[in-house]
């Protein structure tokens, strides 16, 4: 798979040929240096950018001849993001934070609320729900924005840098977390990360360089 | 909310309810005219003449007869056979008369008609009773009979006897006309009339008449004159066609007019007068219409605002599965509210408005009951809030689509 980006009048070449197999189930932790495309991956996979050349097949869906529309179906199912800067609505409270993402799935209100607390339960952060992001530390918002990727119960989770922000305690309860969701959920991760320390309970280990993949080493 | 918002919706306010209190003002001034206007009877009645021109060749030829429509009793016959016409009558009329009440003296002029249709005429009393068929003597006197009219360098005044006509009903009053006979000298002769009552206003002619049987006048009309009136071949020169109600009198209008006869009616009057204030509300409408569209800029603009603000937020929903059509009609719903909630308060603000102007009016021109200068009506309210609501929708579209369709992950990185 290859992405090019247009830069003025140039196409630059970014992710210059990535052959890649993911299990369901599996924890795949991608490592290298920054600029190297690991976000644009990312991004890629999830959909939120059509790769220039290739095919992404999630199980039978091919997500790179999908439209927008039927991206949009498709990440509401099966797909949950996590950011490195959490990405909550500021405006609004945790729980309605979680909620929101059943809101586009056209599920009931009582519902909606009844589901968005099973998701915080799961973060251990029932008590801080009806806190706005502003109210709560780092690594609360951090679990908040676990909370609405969990919420829909999708298969595939993708998280770029989701401890970046967080200092080395917080990071480490946090991926402690990641790793019993997959564990107890069967779920797919896909985890950007720098800190090889965070590697232990992955499957796959991905090192790429320079838009190509350097490494892959399965656990 | 946020105060942006809040302007956006006082900017739809005072669009709304200028164009309410607009339109308002063009209602109210027709419905007063029309209510003044179409007082009972005036509606229902048609004036009909002898066509203008075949009168004027008739007297220039010298009496001679063509087929020119003559206003005669034939022709009062044929004119009783339209369908929808109740009654119909000559009218006759007598100038130069007075009567002197109280000591005072008052000009008069007399109304001839048929007093053995005047049951079926729709003229109201509204004191005393009509005369019956056969009461020659008898009259009915206009509202405004005693009312002088005095024209004081350019400005024309209405001074109301002490004595009302009402006060007249059951008594014989006394009229004097005169005329110049053939020696050159004056002559007077008296007629007792006995008042049965008071016409109520019809806004028309008979408001300063007094209305009297036309045999009657015929009769006076002939002393004063000193020749018989040959109606036969001269014919009347006015006559009232009575008809069923508003809704024929076009149609009635349309068969006399085939019959060759000049017709006015209030009708005429109101149809004209209806596109004239047609024209009122337009423009009143109009203005306020600017107004609604300086607010229909400032909805597009605070959308716009909005939107750029919440390009993260956005992003954000788009990525955790919110469609296009899901944030286009999220920002459409919202720019829909600022209008309806704009409308609604605009409606508000112009019956609080209508009610503060119809009170000020009556205070400065007076009346009793009070005054209507403006008027709301229920489908001016709806149409406000319709207007008002589609008008926040309109402006949000293209705001909306423009939301819809931003990239998820540019929206989410910008900042
Ligand atoms: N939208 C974009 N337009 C142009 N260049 C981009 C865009 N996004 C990323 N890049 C470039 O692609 C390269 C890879 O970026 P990224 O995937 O964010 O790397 P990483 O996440 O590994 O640090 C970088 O050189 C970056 O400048
Ligand atoms: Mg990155």
Known sequence: MHKDFKLGKEDINILKGINLDIEQGEMVALLGPSGSGKSTFLNVLGGLVPPTSGDIMIRDYRISEMTENELCLFRREHLGFIFQSYNLISTMTAM???ALALTFAG??????????????????????????PSELSGGQQQRVSIARALVNHPEIILADEPTGNLDSKTSADIME????????ENQTFVIVTHDPDTTKYCTKVIHMRDGLIESEVNQ | MKFRTILTIIGVVIGTSSIIVMVSIGNGAQKSITDELSGIGSVTTLQVYQDLSSMGMTSMGGGKTDDKAILNDDAIK?????????AVTPVVNLNGGEIEVDREQYGVSLMGVDYAVLEDM??????GKKPGANDENSVILGKDVLTSITYTGASTQLTESEVKPEDLIGQNITMTIKRTNANGEEEMKTQKLKVTGVLEATGGNEDYSIIADYNLVTELNEWQTGRKANVKKQGYTQALVTVEDSSVVNAVTTEVEAMQFTVFSMQQILDSMGSVFQMLQILLGGIGGVALLVACIGIVNTMTMSIYERTKEIGIMKVIGAS??????MFIAESTMIGLIGGLVGIVISLVLSVLINLVAGFFIGGEGGVTISFITPGLVIFALVFSALVGLLSGVRPAIKAANLSSLDAIRSE
């Open chain 1, 96 to 98: 309605e934070n979680v």
């Open chain 2, 78 to 86: 044929d004119l009783k056979k339209i369908d929808g016409v109740v």
């Open chain 2, 122 to 127: 729709r003229y109201v009393t509204t004191s």
């Open chain 1, 107 to 132: 599920v009931k209100k009582e519902i909606r609320k009844e589901r968005a607390i099973e998701a915080l339960e799961v973060v251990g952060l029932v008590d801080r729900m009806g806190h706005k």
């Open chain 1, 177 to 184: 977390m990641i790793y019993r969701l997959n564990r107890e």
């Open chain 2, 324 to 329: 296009i059509s899901d944030i286009r009609n």
